[in-house]
């Protein structure tokens, strides 16, 4: 119903519709891994461990009502996210 209200409206040739399906499909192997982007991570992970430990320490050292991982689980889970993302793109 809507493909013949389209031509209708667009008043386009049969051969026009033809050239905008798939002729062909190429798989690609998976893009190689960069060892500066990976080392990257691996040092934001640090960071991220180092400002864990530092939460939790001033926390409880300042005596804070609130729990710690309400600062901690975010950052982890967006940092996991994130690597999880690169280390799946392909």
């Not at 080392?39 to 960071?47: D, E, K, Q, T």
């Not at 901690?72 to 996210?81: D, G, H, K, M, R």
Request: positive net charge; contains cysteine.
């Amino acid at each position: 119903m809507f493909a013949d209200f389209i031509r209708l409206v667009n008043r386009r040739s049969r051969s026009d519709y033809e050239r905008g399906f798939i002729q062909e499909v190429r798989v690609r192997r998976k893009s190689p891994r960069n060892r500066g982007v990976e080392r990257l991570f691996l040092a934001c992970w640090v960071v991220i461990a180092a400002k864990c430990v530092l939460v939790a320490w001033l926390f409880k050292h300042y005596q804070i009502a609130v729990n710690p991982m309400w600062v901690i689980a975010p950052t982890v889970v967006f940092a996991a996210l994130c690597t999880a993302v690169y280390l799946l793109r392909d």
